[in-house]
């Protein structure tokens, strides 16, 4: 598991990884909770079990200035990435993705893109899929996809998009 640091190039940059198999990014908010840790050892397993071929863990922060200079050109990237992919797919990813414009005291305004706490991508040869997402009315989180790749009889062929589980 790669922890901060990503041996594919620039941080954040969202291209498919060059070794075979499925590949994830997880992009985490500090500070780590409970709900973040599980989610971390639930990917720690599944690579150990070689179900996964490698778990990229990188930190953003809250929010990023989407207009005028930002440091965070990395998570920029990631997100127009994870955009497009709503997008070509039809899926929704706001919430928790949110876009707005605020305005300071002195009258700058800003575009301003708040985060969610967790975002996972799945890749095998391109980017397959994005959680959380919306599609209609169903929400598909982080843990919607971990629940449906660990129940998988061949996780390789996992939909990154799982089907609404069965009541």
Not at 12 to 39: C, Y
Not at 51 to 69: A, R
Not at 144 to 163: G, T
Request: proline share 7%; hydrophobic share 35%; with cysteine.
């Amino acid at each position: 598991m790669n922890r901060g640091a990503d041996t594919r190039g620039n941080r954040g940059d969202e291209v498919a990884p060059q070794a075979d198999g499925v590949f994830v990014r997880l992009w985490t908010r500090r500070p780590v909770s409970d709900r973040q840790i599980e989610v971390i050892d639930r990917l720690d397993a599944l690579e150990a079990k070689g179900e996964l071929t490698d778990v990229d863990v990188q930190t953003w922060p809250d929010k990023v200035t989407l207009s005028g200079h930002t440091r965070h050109t990395d998570v920029i990237r990631a997100y127009e990435s994870i955009r497009e992919w709503a997008d070509e797919h039809d899926r929704t990813i706001s919430p928790p993705f949110e876009r707005r414009t605020v305005t300071s005291l002195v009258g700058r305004t800003e575009e301003v893109l708040s985060l969610p706490v967790l975002c996972l991508t799945v890749y095998d040869d391109e980017l397959r899929g994005v959680f959380p997402h919306q599609d209609g009315n169903r929400v598909y989180s982080v843990p919607d996809f971990l629940d449906a790749f660990e129940m998988a009889s061949d996780p390789a062929q996992v939909d990154a998009m799982p089907v609404a589980p069965t009541d």
